[in-house]
């Protein structure tokens, strides 16, 4: 799948609206439901978090979610530099746009400049 770039200064006023409009989506129905699964994993941590994906994976086991030291080196390496640094920065872009959606109601961000590398 290829992503067609959009560059905002040239999209038609219709276009930006329903961009900005989806944004602006009242959420606050969920916030309930999510706050007790949050409280649920701080108080009983991993524990929930299992017996949730043992729906899904009898067999899981609390090893499986985390990686070792030697699993991430290895992953690192795996990876061309230019990708870790777009995932670095992916990373930093998702928890700055979570962190404004916290606890409120209507808002709307823009986390980076948009861009996109073709190839």
């Not at 061309?80 to 209507?106: G, S, Y």
């Not at 823009?110 to 190839?119: H, M, P, S, T, Y």
């Amino acid at each position: 799948m290829k992503m067609k770039t959009e560059k905002i200064d040239t999209l038609t006023p219709e276009r930006h609206k329903g961009i900005m409009e989806r944004s602006m989506e009242d959420i606050s129905v969920v916030f309930e439901d999510v706050r007790g699964i949050v409280n649920d994993i701080k108080e009983n941590g991993d524990a929930v978090t299992l017996s949730h994906y043992k729906k899904h994976k009898d067999d899981i086991e609390p090893s499986d979610l985390e990686a070792t030291r030697e699993e991430i080196a290895a992953a690192y390496d795996l990876l061309d530099p230019h990708v870790v640094d777009c995932l670095k920065l992916a990373a930093q872009n998702i928890v700055k746009f979570h962190t404004a959606q916290k606890e409120r109601e209507m808002w709307s961000i823009e986390v980076a400049e948009a861009f996109w590398r073709e190839g």
